[in-house]
Every structure is written in C-alpha cells, then in structure tokens.
T-cell receptor, first 113, second 111 residues
Framework: QKEVEQDPGPLSVPEGAIVSLNCTYSNSAFQYFMWYRQYSRKGPELLMYTYSSGNKEDGRFTAQVDKSSKYISLFIRDSQPSDSATYLCAMSNIQGGSEKLVFGKGTKLTVNP | SQTIHQWPATLVQPVGSPLSLECTVEGTSNPNLYWYRQAAGRGLQLLFYSVGIGQISSEVPQNLSASRPQDRQFILSSKKLLLSDSGFYLC??????????FGSGTRLTVV
C-alpha cells in the first residue's frame, strides 16, 4: 500500500462549482498536512497547511484532516478558471533535521468558464 | 525575504552527456535542501536531501548524484545521462515545519 493515495483525475468542473479534492494515507505518524497548487510547467506552491486533525479555512479554500480515517480534503468554493492547476497533497512527520514530505501524485483540475 | 533560484529552465541533452543543475537559496542560512523529480503519472519523487554543507542523503539508487559545496547551494549532477533521466527537476528548501518552498524547476529532455 502506498503511503499517500490521491485520485489523479482529471477533474473538470464549471466555474462557480464547489470542488472536493482528497487524499488517503497509511502512515499514522504523519502530523503535518499540506496542499500544493502547481500550474503547468511551474514549481508547486504551498496553498494550505494544517497540523493534526481539524479544519482550516483561507478565503475560498478549506482544508480538512481526519486522522482517525487517515483522510484529508481540500474544498474550493466558487471555483474560478484561475484555479485550474494540479493539486498535490503532502504530509510529513518530524524526525529532527531529516524531515521529509511525502506527496500524492496530484489531481489535475480544470475549471471551465 | 527568502527566494530560491533554479536554472536552467529547460535543457535538452543527448544520452551519455553530463548534467549539472544548480539551485541557490537567498535570505536564509543553513536551510534543508531537497531535489525532487516529477515524471508524468508518477508524482514527486525525492532524490536527495541535505541538512548541511557536504551532507547528502540519497533516497533512491539512480544515475544521479548531488553535492552541497556551500550553505545555500545545491547541485544535481550526472556523469552520463540516460533516457530515463528525462523529467521535471525541482529544488526545494524547508521554510518551516509546515512546508517546502520550491524553485521554478528544470525540464530535462534526454534525446
């Protein structure tokens, strides 16, 4: 079983739709959970991060972590064409100076005007 | 402010040729540095990471090597490229406990 599983999509939605992106993981030691957005031919940029379980909201974006189910989600409200990108989940546990992020494979999202 | 520079943006190299990709970070000291490769359908694969000058950890056996000659410089190298080395190479540094900052990437095509 892979450490992090993410549905690669692609996902195509109309402008204004609510988008739900999800990842599951197997390592119960993960404590930090992140979502990155990657535009075509660019490096990933950090979008959201959460520690342990719970919700975090930032504008149109909401990140949820359910550690009991080993499941994380990113919700995008009122999606815009500019949200079209690949979204990668990532997670880590602190192991001193050798902390490493483990990434999902990414979900490609297209928001159609 | 902290910034990360990575170059070149695009590279086309013949099989068997050497490779050198450079990454530098500004505005911070003693960062953790990382090299990732992103191939279509395979996600981000960690290749090397470094917690200090001269300290390199390799995550996967491969045709590549990394060096950290200075605190804020991280170099990815190969003596002889293979077709399978094609991909999108990303350098990153750890900003804090919550995430990494990535460079803009180098798209390498081995022909």
């Amino acid at each position: 079983q892979k450490e992090v599983e993410q549905d690669p999509g692609p996902l195509s939605v109309p402008e204004g739709a609510i988008v739900s992106l999800n990842c599951t993981y197997s390592n119960s030691a993960f404590q930090y959970f992140m979502w990155y957005r990657q535009y075509s031919r660019k490096g990933p940029e950090l979008l959201m991060y959460t520690y342990s379980s719970g919700n975090k909201e930032d504008g149109r974006f909401t990140a949820q972590v359910d550690k009991s189910s080993k499941y994380i989600s990113l919700f995008i409200r009122d999606s815009q064409p500019s949200d079209s990108a690949t979204y990668l989940c990532a997670m880590s546990n602190i192991q001193g100076g050798s902390e490493k992020l483990v990434f999902g494979k990414g979900t490609k999202l297209t928001v159609n005007p | 402010s902290q910034t990360i520079h990575q170059w070149p943006a695009t590279l086309v190299q013949p099989v068997g040729s050497p490779l050198s990709l450079e990454c530098t970070v500004e505005g911070t000291s003693n960062p953790n540095l990382y090299w990732y490769r992103q191939a279509a359908g395979r996600g981000l694969q960690l290749l090397f990471y470094s917690v200090g000058i001269g300290q390199i950890s390799s995550e996967v056996p491969q045709n590549l090597s990394a060096s950290r000659p200075q605190d804020r410089q991280f170099i990815l190298s190969s003596k002889k490229l293979l077709l399978s080395d094609s991909g999108f190479y990303l350098c990153a540094w750890r900003k804090d406990s919550y995430g990494y900052t990535f460079g803009s990437g180098t798209r390498l095509t081995v022909v």
